[in-house]
């Protein structure tokens, strides 16, 4: 990593370093609106590579397959160097949508972040979606039979190319609601919620799902970004935001600073 200028403007103590776990078949690249919106506040952000979606690295196939387990073990490698980078400075763990799952799966099992926001996050259980939740059902249950018979996830189905574990895992959270992993207790680490209203894909029901499920109440800070404070061009859509994500950016510096 290059490290920006990680002091704050008070001078008070190291500004955190974010390190941004991207939603499904989302690239890291697209994060960089995102990166240079921390970066305006001084403040380093790191978007973290997307197993099977990276230019250069070997895609999902029959032969090539991960876990919701391998990604979070991904994110723990990433958290214990930047640690090992700088002791002193704070880490922060941004989830968006599927990587907020991935985080809470970290938080849960792994060496704590010292702050975690979690964006468009949801437990993607069918029942907490439009239609009794029919055609989510329907995709999650048509997965482990696809991936039976191709070895992966291919396109056009969501997510794809995906890799075999991940999506059946995906697929059975789906199907019963019961997270990929282990949940002894709740989460305790400082967390921002961040909703976005009109989100179609992390529907109210299944947001608040996710903080019931996994988030302590005492650590909890619940923050809706309006359509009405979008900037010009932007949008509260549960991927497009990041093209325009300077709220979001200044409301984690903000409830960064307010709890500092």
């Avoid at 980078?85 to 880490?91: L, N, S």
């Avoid at 900037?231 to 709890?259: L, N, Q």
């Amino acid at each position: 990593m290059e490290h920006a200028d990680t002091t704050r403007h008070n001078g008070a103590m190291p500004a955190p370093v974010v390190l941004i776990s991207s939603a499904m078949a989302v690239p890291s690249r697209f994060y960089a609106p995102l990166v240079d919106a921390f970066a305006e506040h001084g403040w380093e952000a790191v978007a973290l590579p997307r197993r099977g979606f990276e230019r250069g690295l070997p895609v999902a196939s029959r032969g090539v397959d991960w876990s919701y387990d391998d990604e979070i073990s991904d994110i723990a490698d990433a958290v214990a160097k930047a640690r090992a980078e700088d002791p002193a400075r704070p880490v922060i763990l941004l989830g968006h949508s599927l990587g907020a799952q991935l985080g809470a799966g970290h938080e849960l099992h792994r060496d704590a972040a010292d702050g975690f926001v979690c964006v468009a996050a949801s437990v993607p259980h069918a029942r907490y979606y439009p239609k009794a939740g029919i055609p989510l059902w329907t995709l999650g249950s048509l997965i482990p039979v696809v991936t039976a018979v191709r070895g992966f996830q291919p396109a056009p189905f969501f997510g794809a190319p995906g890799a075999r574990t991940m999506m059946r895992e995906w697929a059975r959270f789906v199907r019963t609601g019961k997270p990929p992993f282990d949940v002894p207790r709740r989460i305790a680490t400082p967390t921002l919620v961040v909703r976005l209203e009109g989100d179609t894909y992390s529907v109210s029901a299944a947001n608040d799902r996710f903080v019931e499920l996994f988030i302590d109440p005492p650590a909890l800070t619940d923050w809706t970004y309006r359509q009405d404070a979008v900037p010009d061009g932007g949008t509260t859509h549960h991927i497009h935001w990041a093209r325009t994500p300077g709220p979001v950016a200044d409301r984690v510096v903000a409830w960064w600073d307010e709890r500092s």
